[in-house]
């Protein structure tokens, strides 16, 4: 069934200014690659290249990342922009480096960020969309945001998605996929840093919890706590012995 998207309302000022005006334009201003522009191969090629640095965040492009069906029918013109953007967000590489490595949550975000050019409203936004991931799945969540009025009247199908909102840190899509604190905390550097192994070597507990059972040492503190009373017999010091009168005598 395909719940309808819950209402939410931006909360943050910066995502809904679109400009300040000349003073807005810097060298962080985001170059458009439309492909209305592209007159020549070359220029086509430069919007397919950025198209991948858009979606897989890179400035150089890996080749395992390439989809070369995808580029061919975007050279000859038999798919948009947008058709070629939604087929690297569907791809096995992206599912694989971005898809896998994170939660609903933080999936949610990126996308945004890559696909509308824009970071999450709020947490109202992210529970929004990670609603859809879940009635969708996470092919139908892209179809739902490359096909959503916002993307239409940002991008359209020929425009290459970009950052287009006033936000501090330019490009904010540049954000590692695997580096989220679900991701860290699982098989990151918590796990793997020499330094926190060196920690669980010598702490007393994590060695105890790997004693097999029935080891005496797994009880020395319960052993500890329980402290029973001892009872000894009655100490009797020598001075206090009389002798003489131990010594029997004839009568």
């Not at 490595?101 to 969309?129: H, M, P, Q, T």
């Not at 969540?141 to 970009?162: I, K």
Request: aromatic fraction near 14%.
């Amino acid at each position: 069934m395909d719940l309808p998207l819950l209402t939410y309302k931006p909360t943050t000022q910066n995502h809904r200014v679109v400009s300040f005006g000349t003073a807005d334009l810097s060298e962080d201003t985001p170059y458009i690659y439309r492909l209305e522009d592209a007159a020549s191969y070359p220029e086509i090629r430069e919007v397919i290249w950025a198209c991948y640095r858009q979606v897989f965040s890179e400035h150089a492009t890996l080749a395992f990342n390439r989809q070369i069906t995808l580029e061919s029918q975007l050279v000859n013109r038999v798919v948009t922009v947008r058709d070629f953007i939604r087929g690297l967000a569907k791809s096995e590489r992206f599912y694989n480096t971005v898809v896998a490595v994170n939660d609903n949550y933080r999936l949610v975000d990126l996308c945004l960020r890559r696909f509308l050019g824009r970071s999450a409203y709020n947490d109202a936004e992210k529970i929004a969309w990670s609603i859809k991931i879940g009635t969708l799945g996470f092919s139908g969540f892209v179809d739902a945001l490359l096909d959503s009025e916002e993307y239409t009247q940002a991008f359209g199908d020929f425009t290459v998605p970009y950052q287009r909102k006033r936000m501090e840190g330019r490009p904010f899509n540049l954000v590692t996929p695997r580096y989220g604190y679900e991701y860290r905390d699982k098989v990151g550097t918590t796990t793997t840093d020499w330094r926190f192994t060196v920690e669980k070597f010598y702490n007393r507990k994590f060695q105890e919890r790997r004693l097999p059972e029935g080891d005496p040492r797994k009880y020395r503190e319960l052993a500890a706590a329980i402290a029973p009373k001892t009872r000894y017999a009655q100490q009797l010091r020598a001075s206090d012995v009389d002798y003489l009168a131990k010594v029997p005598r004839r009568r």
